[in-house]
């Protein structure tokens, strides 16, 4: 990957509290920047404590468990979100209320605005071709990867299309999340 790539550390990107005072958020990225109404966000989150998740109407969401015992998902959608790595999705608007199970988790979210794009995120743990993508983020989470060369916390993101990737680890420890974006 070259050319239109940008490169992030995410402990480099400062945590934005949440009004409700129940946790924070690191914004990976978003389309398009910095507008109030994106298209796309992709971010981590820390949750100290249980809350409702804000609503978002027309956006189609994913979760996955970074780190913690997890989050109880209650309301208009019930899930366990106990297994790291393990993508979750459910519609926006939802009335949700997450609860930790037993203290802080850190989570990964993807939303993607309903009819404009498309998202899927998942986590690799062994080689894979990542798909061609309008736009897409790489996050290392574990371990060491190779293709591309990332470290724990380090990722990319790209706006400008790619075309299909392969993604190397470079230790067995390692967990990549990867995030592909179509209009």
């Known amino acids: ?54 609503a978002y109407a027309g956006v189609d969401r994913v979760i996955m468990l ?36 037993a203290g802080a988790t850190t989570d990964f979210n993807l939303m993607t605005r309903r009819g404009a794009w498309r998202g899927a995120a998942h986590a690799h743990r062994l080689a894979a071709a990542l798909p061609a993508a309008d736009a897409g983020m790489l996050l290392c989470v574990r371990g060491r990867w190779s ?8 990722g990319l993101v790209w706006r400008d299309g790619r075309p299909a990737t392969a993604l190397e680890p470079d230790t067995d420890d390692a967990v990549l999340i990867a995030v592909t974006l179509n209009r």
């Open 147 to 154: 293709q591309p060369a990332l470290q724990p916390g380090e």
């Open 1 to 54: 990957m070259s050319g239109g790539v940008e490169s992030f550390v995410l402990d480099a990107i400062a945590p934005q509290r949440w009004k409700n005072g129940a946790g924070s958020t690191r914004e990976i990225a978003a389309h398009p920047r910095g507008a109030a109404d994106f298209e796309w966000r992709i971010s981590v989150a820390g949750v100290d404590r249980g809350a409702p998740f804000s």
């Open 66 to 101: 970074l780190e913690g015992e997890g989050l109880y998902l209650r309301g208009e959608v019930s899930h366990d979100l106990v297994e790291p790595f393990v993508p979750f999705a459910f519609a926006g608007e939802a009335a949700i209320v997450g609860e930790p199970v």
